[in-house]
Antibody
Framework: QVQLQESGPGLVKPSGTLSLTCTVS????????WGWIRQPPGKGLEWIGY???????NSSPSLKSRVTMSADTSKNQFSLHLTSVTAADTAVYYC??????????WGQGMLVTVSS | EIVLTQSPATLSVSPGERATLSCRAS??????LAWYQQKPGQAPRLLIF???NRATGIPARFSGFGSGTDFTLAINNLAPEDSAVYYC??????????FGGGTKVEI
């Protein structure tokens, strides 16, 4: 079955850059959109953005100035970079496949804490 | 920006009963709405897409209704394993996505 796995540092210093990679198994990332969603502890889901295998991206207006996303079809991975992080960026970060308007396959999520 | 408002925030129901969850959009979103179930410590799971279509493997107890601005997720014959937070989500014409605030269902 399709599997997604987030990876990256679990601890990032304030003002630093949060960088995560999502590795996709059992399906090629080509021709699909892939998204990032986060969830602060005890709170709801927030859409961050999505990237197409071709490299085109779209992100939440509230995060657009700090978000960069990319896709690497040779590694079957896609990545998220969030700059100038603060404690408010502490959250569980999920990667997922975006099919039309919905997310049908999700990673297990990864907690990233912003702290000095 | 289209805002999705879910109600109630918390719903307490007994096993075997029916739960009705609401998701209201601030503008017409046609049928472009999905529902997810999230249990503690787990990733969300897609239940319903395009307002009324069940995702693969989702029991028939779960059903979605609505279009435009008012949507409903109904769960029949509630079981203890249905205890979770349920979120609605949509995509607007500018290809931005957003989630509702969630409804916690307690069995």
């Amino acid at each position: 079955q399709v599997q997604l796995q987030e990876s990256g540092p679990g601890l990032v210093k304030p003002s630093g850059t949060l960088s995560l990679t999502c590795t996709v198994s059992n399906i090629s990332i080509s021709s699909y959109y892939w998204g990032w969603i986060r969830q602060p502890p005890g709170k709801g889901l927030e859409w961050i953005g999505y990237v197409h295998s071709s490299g085109s991206t779209n992100s939440s207006p509230s995060l657009k100035s700090r978000v960069t996303m990319s896709a690497d079809t040779s590694k079957n991975q896609f990545s998220l970079h969030l700059t100038s992080v603060t404690a408010a960026d502490t959250a569980v970060y999920y990667c997922a496949r975006l099919k039309q308007i919905w997310f049908d396959y999700w990673g297990q999520g990864m907690l990233v804490t912003v702290s000095s | 920006e289209i805002v999705l408002t879910q109600s109630p925030a918390t719903l307490s129901v007994s096993p075997g009963e029916r739960a009705t969850l609401s998701c209201r959009a601030s503008q017409d979103v046609s049928f472009f709405l999905a529902w997810y179930q999230q249990k503690p410590g787990q990733a969300p799971r897609l239940l319903i897409f395009n307002a009324s279509n069940r995702a693969t493997g989702i029991p028939a107890r779960f059903s979605g209704f609505g279009s435009g601005t008012d949507f409903t997720l109904a769960i029949n014959n509630l079981a203890p394993e249905d205890s979770a937070v349920y979120y609605c989500q949509h995509r607007n014409n500018w290809l931005s996505l957003s989630f509702g605030g969630g409804t916690k269902v307690e069995i």
